[in-house]
């Protein structure tokens, strides 16, 4: 799963929509539409916004592993 698929996922799985996440993270509806179709990638300081919004470690957000835990 890549990083747009996995977004998509925690994020529905938390039942949020689009616009709560990126008013809490600080970014647009328009960039997360972006991410989870895979048009865009973030920036590393939107890579740890998001995990640390979703409380799950930087290799699940972007796919590199199936743990959501933070070690």
């Known amino acids: ?7 998509r996922t925690i994020r529905q ?19 997360i539409q972006r991410y989870e179709a895979g048009e865009s990638e973030p920036t590393l300081s939107v890579l740890i916004a998001l995990a640390d919004f979703f409380d799950v470690s930087l290799d699940y957000l972007v796919g590199r592993s199936d743990d959501p835990k933070r070690h």
């Open 1 to 7: 799963m890549d990083f747009s698929e996995r977004l």
């Open 13 to 31: 799985g938390k039942k949020l929509n689009q616009t709560s996440v990126g008013k809490e993270i600080g970014i647009s509806l328009k960039q």
